[in-house]
């Protein structure tokens, strides 16, 4: 045979075999791979050249060889699975750098980490000063996780005993001015509902380049056409900002009636309105 369709066809059935090993090994991002998971893709990888530029011109021998690391690779993550031992062997542990905001210099010895390097890292992760940090770790993929003391975390609704609503993940229904039905379906929404979104927002659908609806039914929408000026949804913040309204309409009212029981009937429905704003706030004003 040709050397260069031997070649092509080689190419040809390791792509779509190394396909197949990758799904079967499981999704990792490189740069969340350990050096055990990374020596193994690059060994795969390494391999599969080497018999599609036909260096191991045995192909039985080649495959074997790539059998045996895929193989060996599903068993070690297997055994990882089963017995602690086996995930330290294999993934390494994590190790403490910060401990109760005091850096531990035999540990970044340890990991060949230097002071710049941690200070480099924690600066990726929003924190510039050292004694804002209660706790630090080197993850096995080299990543750093910093737990910041207590008076320096941020605020959050829970603190401030608030109540928030859950957001749901927001569903994309338009991608390149083309409409994905699946999503539409999973919000139990139409083609007919979006399309009157985007006439009442004045753009047409293949001017949109991505579309999202959030888990309220409100669509946000970047066009192509940077330079058209669309208004962003605000329905929960009219829909409390009418009730807002109604419920001053109501004290008003009761003001200015000299019925007695008008002017009680007016101050009860302004005090139910005003216990149901109470509860709609956290949702309609998140």
């Known amino acids: 045979m040709i050397e260069w369709i031997e070649i092509l066809l080689r190419s040809g059935g390791l792509f779509f075999l190394a396909l197949f090993l ?5 999704k990792r991002q490189p740069s969340r791979m350990n050096p055990f998971n990374f020596v193994n893709y690059m060994v795969i990888a390494i391999i599969s ?13 080649g495959l074997t060889a790539l059998g045996v690391w895929v193989i060996l690779s599903i068993a070690m993550d297997y055994l990882a699975l089963k017995s602690k031992w086996v995930q330290d062997l294999v993934n390494g542990k994590a190790t403490i750098l910060m401990k109760d905001g005091k850096v531990m210099e035999e540990n970044l010895l340890q990991v060949r980490y230097t002071g710049e390097e941690l200070l480099r890292d924690l600066r990726s992760k929003n924190v510039f000063n050292l004694a ?3 706790f630090a770790v080197m993850e096995t993929t080299g990543d750093i996780n910093v737990l910041l003391k207590s008076e320096k975390k941020p605020v ?9 609503s859950p957001q749901p993940e927001p569903q994309t229904v338009i991608l ?12 139990g929404l139409n083609r007919d509902w979006l399309k009157v979104q985007l006439n009442s927002l004045g753009v ?5 380049f991505i579309g999202q609806v959030d888990g309220s039914g409100e669509l946000y929408v970047d066009l192509f056409d940077d330079a058209i000026q669309i208004p962003q949804p605000k329905v929960k913040e009219l829909l409390f900002a009418n009730l807002d309204k109604t419920h001053a309409d ?7 009636t000299k ?11 302004a005090k139910k309105l005003k216990h149901l704003m109470e509860k709609l706030e956290p949702f309609l004003l998140r």
């Open 259 to 269: 019925d007695d029981r008008a002017k009680e009937m007016y101050l009860k429905n």
């Open 22 to 26: 990758l799904r079967v090994m499981g």
């Open 250 to 256: 109501l004290l008003s009212f009761a003001l200015d």
């Open 132 to 134: 804002d940090v209660e």
């Open 176 to 187: 390149d001015g083309n409409i994905l039905n699946e999503p539409l379906s999973n919000l």
């Open 49 to 61: 050249a080497l018999i599609s530029l036909n260096v191991i011109r045995d192909i039985a021998l």
């Open 156 to 164: 959050t609704p829970h603190d401030l005993g608030k109540q928030v």
């Open 204 to 208: 047409s659908q293949d001017n949109v």
